[in-house]
């Protein structure tokens, strides 16, 4: 699985993506952010308040309730503003 990081996000994990195997047990959006969360200091300080996170799979924005189910890429964004 293609797991993509933009701006602050990316910049905090230190990396702007990655191959990852998810672990059994992974099966939401809101599963998959907080096994991240525990991945390290850079995820911890990215994803302190995962309900402010931006999920796409495939390129469509989720709720963190959404199954991950058979997608090929899941990107992570901040909160996003704008008009």
Do not use: N
Not at 1 to 23: D, S
Not at 28 to 55: C, N, S
Not at 64 to 78: D, M, R, V, W
């Amino acid at each position: 699985m293609k797991i993509v990081y933009f701006a602050w996000v990316r910049e905090r994990i230190g990396i702007g993506e990655e191959e990852v195997a998810l672990p059994a047990g992974i099966v939401t959006v809101d599963d998959l952010l907080h096994w991240l969360k525990g991945r390290g200091e850079g995820y911890g300080a990215a994803l302190q308040a995962p309900e402010m996170i931006r999920v796409a799979l495939d390129q469509e924005h989720v709720p963190h309730s959404q199954p991950i189910g058979q997608c090929t890429e899941i990107a992570i964004f901040p909160p996003m503003t704008g008009g």
